[in-house]
């Protein structure tokens, strides 16, 4: 089949696009006809070298966000056909016996996650075992479908599993166009609580309030603090959810609301923070809390979810596959809104 991978870590020039071999499913998987990919931030930061998974390994095939039609169904694979229209849940724990990737869903250790450390959608094949496929309604497109496991999944645990929000409750996230916020602001919006989105420009907030956002700030223009204590008349936010890391850390620390609590699951902008007081940490209760990652049985709620609602999936933009290295160098710019995708 033809894939785009690499060999070794750099700029886009590493990415290739050529043959490799075709999957071999086991009994229990099937291989997917991959009609499109979504783009991630890891795609970009293992590939650059500044961050790899635990178990990711040379030559590489990214693309965690895999929908596309079931081509071949191993023997004991149960519950899909050839010619299903499906979307992979990426993240390998729970895998039974008898498929490739049995055994790698220790998730606080080696996950082997597609796309993260297993051969993912940057190709025109992918294995998933059967039990983490998942049909594609008929009236749901695949570009609107490919959109969900990543983010959906991650802003959906983050919000509800780790961050506990609470109807009424106020959400401040940042990097609204990214694709895991864009998700959150609207799982946050359906669940009634008072959403905060920032970007770093007009433009995407404008954006934001689109799909749902209840007040938006420039966050490389405004004040952050001020701003949400100015639309939370002085109380703060309940929830931050951040995965941008150091450059709005500090303000974010200092935006909580009275036991507030501030849920990471990235560092965009770097790996090291600091809590800037410990006064003001224990006296008004904070709780800082890693996103850890979703258990399996989370995606098929979630995914039924979104199924049912009248979620705004936001595509920034399609490239063919073959022109992988200019659509990682868009997002690497920060020049998007939504979902990056990739069709073979
Ligand atoms: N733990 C998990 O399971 C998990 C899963 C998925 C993603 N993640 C992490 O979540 C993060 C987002 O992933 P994604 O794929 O949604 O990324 P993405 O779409 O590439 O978005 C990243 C955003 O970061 C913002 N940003 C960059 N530099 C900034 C700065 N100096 N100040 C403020 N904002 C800045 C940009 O927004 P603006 O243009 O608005 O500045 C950009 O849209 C990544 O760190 C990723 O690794 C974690």
């Not at 309604?137 to 645990?157: G, K, L």
């Not at 223009?221 to 100015?230: F, P, S």
Request: charged share 20%.
């Amino acid at each position: 089949m033809k894939a785009v991978f690499y060999n070794t870590p750099g700029e886009a020039e590493v990415l290739t696009y050529g043959d490799v071999a075709d999957p071999e499913p086991m009994p229990g998987d099937v291989v997917v006809a991959v009609e499109a990919t979504a783009l991630n931030r890891l795609d970009v930061i293992q590939r650059n070298g500044w961050f790899a998974m635990p178990g990711f390994t040379l030559p590489h095939i990214a693309g965690m966000d895999v929908a596309g039609r079931v081509v071949e169904v191993g023997s004991e694979a149960q519950g899909v056909a050839v010619g299903d229209r499906v979307v992979v849940d990426p993240s390998m724990s729970g895998v039974t016996e008898n498929c490739r990737y049995a055994g790698m869903g220790d998730i606080y250790g080696e996950l082997g996650i597609i796309g993260a450390t297993l051969d993912g959608g940057y190709g025109e094949l992918c294995l998933a075992p059967a039990s983490h496929v998942y049909r594609v309604p008929d009236d749901m497109s695949i570009e609107h479908a490919v959109t969900f496991p990543t983010c959906w999944m991650t802003a959906a645990h983050a919000l509800f599993d780790v961050g506990e929000l609470q109807t009424g409750e106020t959400l401040l996230v940042h990097a609204a166009g990214s694709g895991v916020s864009t998700a959150a602001i609207q799982l946050a919006n359906v669940a009634g609580a008072k959403v905060l989105a920032t970007a770093g420009t007009d433009e995407k907030c404008e954006k934001a309030s689109e799909i749902g956002a209840h007040h938006t700030l420039n966050n490389r223009t405004g004040d952050l603090t001020a701003w949400v204590m100015e639309v939370t008349e002085g109380r703060g936010a309940n929830l931050v959810f951040d995965h941008v890391g150091p450059a709005l850390w500090e303000a974010s620390v200092f935006s909580l609301a009275v036991r507030g609590r501030l849920v990471n699951c990235g560092g965009t902008t770097g790996d090291t923070v600091s809590i800037p007081s410990l006064g003001h940490f224990y006296h008004l209760g904070l709780q800082i809390k890693g996103s850890d990652p979703y258990r399996p049985e989370e995606f098929g709620p979630v995914w039924q979810h979104f199924c049912e609602s009248d979620f705004q999936v936001v595509v920034d933009s399609e490239f063919p596959l073959a022109e992988a290295a200019a659509a990682q160098e868009k997002m690497l710019a920060s020049d998007f809104f939504g979902k990056i995708l990739l069709k073979p």
